[in-house]
């Protein structure tokens, strides 16, 4: 049974900075293409970011490219997801998740007010 747990989530002021981290069970890490995706209040699932299993192949939602930086270790079986220069926008739950699956996480909750 593949498991996810994510961490890393906080309160932050806009501009600030997070790193959230999920490690993942179950499964060969290393074969799966890994994704990040959010749930803001209200608002249904957004695709944020993904990784191919290698890392060599990466892709971001256009709003935050040039903000957050998706990244793994394979040896640790973890996906990370940097985000810098926060904005309220990107207020919500954040969940990863093997890519192309519907399995997730329980999600870390991201909060940017001032």
């Known amino acids: 049974e593949v498991q996810l747990v994510e961490s890393g989530g906080g309160l932050v002021q806009p501009g600030g900075s997070l790193n959230l981290s999920c490690v993942l069970s179950g499964f060969t890490f290393s074969e799966l293409s890994m994704s990040w995706v959010r749930q803001a209040p209200g608002k249904g699932i957004e695709w944020v970011a993904s990784?191919?299993?290698?890392?060599?192949?990466?892709d971001y939602l256009d709003s935050v490219k040039g903000r957050f930086t998706i990244s793994r270790d394979n040896a640790k079986s973890t996906v990370y997801l940097q985000l810098n220069s926060l904005k309220t926008e990107d207020t919500a739950m954040y969940y990863c998740k093997p890519t192309g699956w519907s399995t997730r996480g329980q999600g870390t909750q991201v909060t940017v007010s001032s």
């Open positions: 990784i191919s299993g290698g890392g060599s192949a990466i």
